[in-house]
């Protein structure tokens, strides 16, 4: 057989100018043979205009079909903590207020998080950010409310979509659409790139001047600044020199790559001409100097051409044979 003990509830009415405002004090314990409830709340009200205001505080705990429950409950249009700081009353601050449906609070720390949607009114950043005008003394993280984000570096699983970008070191990528403009320091690609158009030093061309060799001994240069990062080829694709005024102890008119022969002859009837292109191979960061000259020739003797065509290309693949 169970039993039930309650205290019946405490009532305070007062009227000022037409007002009722009335403060409820209840105390309750309840006992059953399936139930056990305590309950402890307090509840003031004000009528004005016949509507009634209230503001109340429940404290209780109840034995449920899920188990024993606690709870506290607040009646108010608004709820705060209040703080006074000096100790004295006289400066009073809320670290945490509830209004409107809406939790204000002027400082959190929250170990573990779960947030479906959030607004930032400011920035978002780690705790040890630090900017600096040099990017490299720049530390942490941030976000701001503009969209512009500053990491030490980003991993994405997914897409990537900019109508424009600036990159000081290097960009790697297997696979990439840019739909805007992309720009680069460094750039790797493992695959095949295709483009409409190129704007660069993929192909250098330019005219060397003409040969003009006279004497017994003498040369002419033409020069390759190079600098290209790869491996290149220059092609000289016609190239027809010749030895006037041929005949015996005309001497040996040669073409030297970089000092090395590339092309020597005997300057008499027969083989005093080169006619035909030059194709040099240079290393990554190659220059090239090309000397046409005349050693042991008589007085008088001419090594010339005419102006000639120059290129040179990235090398790549052979496909001629």
Not at 41 to 52: A, E, H, R, Y
Not at 166 to 184: D, V
Not at 187 to 213: M, P, Q
Request: hydrophobic fraction near 40%; include cysteine; charge should be neutral.
């Amino acid at each position: 057989m169970g039993f039930f003990v309650t205290e019946a509830p405490t009532q305070v009415e007062a009227f000022l100018h037409g007002c009722r405002k009335v403060a409820f004090f209840i105390s309750d314990a309840q006992r059953g043979k399936d139930k056990l409830q305590d309950m402890w709340s307090v509840k003031v009200g004000k009528t004005q205009d016949g509507k009634l205001y209230t503001a109340g505080i429940g404290v209780g705990v109840e034995n449920t079909p899920e188990g024993m429950q606690s709870q506290v409950l607040v009646v108010a249009d608004r709820f705060a903590i209040l703080n006074m700081a000096s100790g004295t009353g006289s400066a009073v601050s809320s670290p945490f207020a509830v209004e409107g449906g809406q939790v204000f609070m002027n400082s959190a720390f929250i170990k573990d998080g779960s947030i479906t949607n959030a607004k930032i009114g400011e920035s978002i950043t780690s705790n040890d950010w630090v900017w600096d005008p040099d990017n490299s003394k720049t530390q942490g993280w941030a976000i701001d409310k503009r969209g512009a984000a500053w990491f030490n570096s980003a991993y994405v699983r997914g897409i990537i979509e900019a109508q424009a970008g600036y990159f000081a070191g290097e960009l790697r990528a297997y696979n990439g659409y840019f739909g805007g403009e992309l720009r680069g320091a460094d750039g790797y690609f493992t695959g095949t790139v295709y483009a409409e158009k190129i704007l660069g030093d993929v192909v250098s061309a330019g005219v060397w001047d003409t040969i003009n060799v006279v004497g017994v001994n003498g040369y002419n240069h033409r020069y390759f600044s190079g600098g290209l990062p790869y491996d290149s080829i220059v092609v000289v694709p016609y190239v027809n020199i010749e030895v006037d005024r041929q005949g015996s102890g005309a001497g040996t008119v040669f073409i030297k790559v970089n000092g090395v022969d590339y092309w020597r002859s005997s300057a008499n009837p027969l083989y005093g001409r080169f006619t035909g292109a030059i194709v040099i191979n240079v290393p990554p960061n190659g220059t090239l100097d090309l000397e046409f000259g005349i050693t042991g020739a008589q007085s008088g003797q001419t090594w010339s051409s005419g102006k000639m065509a120059v290129m040179a290309f990235r090398k790549g693949q052979n496909r001629f044979s």
